[in-house]
């Protein structure tokens, strides 16, 4: 019997086990390897995704799977989130490893950190208990401080992981003491059981109220929303490019699932407190982001202030308080990590030793430089403006008529907007690429594998901007499936 209860909460958990064992097994293997064998220990992460990929597909059930005394679930939305996070992880690693190579950082500490964050993402995704979230949180957390450092004599990139790092305790702090709020006033760390507890509150409960607000205050760090977003552009510029590249893209997919389990699962029954909180950071984070992008130099920090509007636009979703504006919410994040992937990524590309291609002005004249790579980064570009017929327009149109269909219009009319004004700066990186004269004659030769990758990523771009559906579709039935 003991066995049998054993097995039935380790099914659930063997993606993580599985990735837990093959970076604990990396981790070991390159003590030993010299340099020329270091190409075993990009190769064994790979291989170490792909095998928990296989094994999420292999596991998946229809019914959402409880494990670990209720503090763990395995469900449709956990298992989707699960497997674009180890495409947008193998796509990290494929576009970073001649650049971390070419820098003194293509040894295995590298590989490992990248996998126990991922490890770390995926029980974010899969929490259903506070204790869980928290565990996952700190386990990516931690992981991310030691990338953003990895380059221990670049004393940028020391600077910003000391601000990260200290930010990012206190907001961990902010979201610990909600927590302990929420605990005080239901009764539960379960998220399930809060959920349940809630309508036996007072309404007012002002320990329960204090709670919300300190967990708000936390999620809004993780996902980068004004006012907790101080820290987004000084990580960006300050981390080595393909460390931003990482921090930029895959962990947006588990800020997700995590208000998703927190607001949705077990915060829902208090919407109409946590509504306004969240459509005073969309309003601020469109505006902030938007306007302050337009003065940037740096195209990372540019990206930086980027991402701070997305993270606005995504929040649309969730403030709607519905199935249609969850599922837009997650067909918006999963095409921001598709876009944020092939716009650092080129960054990556234009990048070589010596060199960092972090200037608006180095991307001047890419056109007479490399054709193809111009229209893949103009694609990008367009995609994140919101212009037809890329995805980027889908995925903008879906969280407006979610924001809209909630009753929220003048917020929606405001949202376009600043999508307006944030058009400039995109537009203006197509400008320079293809009416400038190159300031850098320097061939580009990236590595096969790269370039196929990066290609295959910008005419995702425009593929799922013809046919949106399918994507929609997926993001609607795992919401769907989840609430």
Not at 17 to 32: E, Q, R, T, V, Y
Not at 137 to 154: G, I, K, P, T
Not at 213 to 222: E, I, Q, R, S
Not at 338 to 346: E, I, T, W, Y
Request: aromatic letters at 12%.
């Amino acid at each position: 019997m003991i066995m049998n209860l054993a097995m039935t909460d380790l099914l659930p958990v063997l993606p993580e086990i599985f990735l837990l064992g093959m970076a604990c097994f990396i981790l070991i293997l390159d003590l030993f390897l010299a340099d020329d064998l270091r190409w075993l220990t990009f190769g064994l992460s790979l291989v170490a995704l792909a095998g928990a990929a296989a094994i999420t597909l292999g596991t998946h059930t229809a019914l959402p799977t409880l494990s670990f005394s209720n503090t763990f679930v395995d469900d449709a939305l956990s298992d989707t989130l699960k497997l674009m996070l180890y495409a947008a992880v193998a796509v990290v690693l494929i576009y970073s490893r001649d650049y971390v190579k070419q820098r003194g950082m293509y040894r295995g500490e590298f590989y490992v950190l990248v996998l126990f964050a991922t490890l770390g993402m995926m029980i974010m995704i899969s929490a259903s208990h506070f204790l869980t979230l928290y565990l996952g949180l700190e386990l990516l957390s931690l992981c991310l401080y030691a990338l953003v450092a990895l380059q221990r004599d670049n004393a940028v990139a020391t600077e910003a992981a000391m601000k990260y790092f200290v930010l990012g305790a206190l907001a961990s702090g902010l979201l610990l003491y909600g927590m302990s709020m929420i605990y005080g006033a239901t009764g539960s760390l379960e998220l399930s059981r809060i959920a349940a507890a809630l309508p036996n509150v007072a309404q007012h409960d002002t320990v329960l109220v204090f709670g919300l607000v300190f967990v708000v205050a936390g999620l809004a760090f993780k996902l980068g929303a004004v006012p907790f977003h101080m820290w987004i552009p000084d990580v960006y510029q300050g981390a080595p490019t393909a460390i931003t590249l990482f921090v930029g893209s895959a962990p947006k997919l588990a800020a997700f699932a995590f208000v998703m389990r927190l607001l949705i699962d077990g915060l829902g029954g208090l919407v109409a407190d946590w509504q306004p909180m969240l459509v005073l950071m969309a309003i601020l984070s469109m505006a902030l982001g938007n306007i302050t992008a337009i003065a940037q130099t740096n195209i990372k920090r540019m990206l930086a202030y980027s991402t701070i509007s997305h993270m606005g636009f995504l929040l649309l979703g969730f403030l709607s308080g519905s199935e249609t504006g969850y599922s837009a919410a997650m067909f918006y994040v999963v095409v921001y990590v598709l876009m944020s992937l092939g716009g650092f990524g080129m960054v990556v590309l234009l990048s070589r030793q010596g060199f960092e291609a972090e200037q608006l002005e180095d991307f001047k004249g890419l056109n007479q430089r490399s054709p193809w790579h111009a229209f893949l980064m103009l694609l990008l570009m367009f995609s994140m403006a919101g212009v037809p017929p890329t995805v980027g327009f889908y995925a903008k149109l879906s969280v407006l008529q979610a924001a809209l269909n909630a009753g929220f219009l003048w917020l929606t009319v405001f949202a376009v907007l600043m999508s307006v004004i944030g058009a400039y700066y995109y537009l203006r990186v197509v400008k320079l690429m293809y009416f400038d004269e190159p300031a850098d004659a320097a061939a580009i030769r990236p590595g096969a594998d790269m370039n196929v990758v990066l290609s295959v990523n910008g005419l995702a771009v425009l593929a799922l901007g013809l046919m949106p559906q399918p994507l929609m579709a997926l993001c609607a039935s795992a919401i769907r499936q989840m609430l």
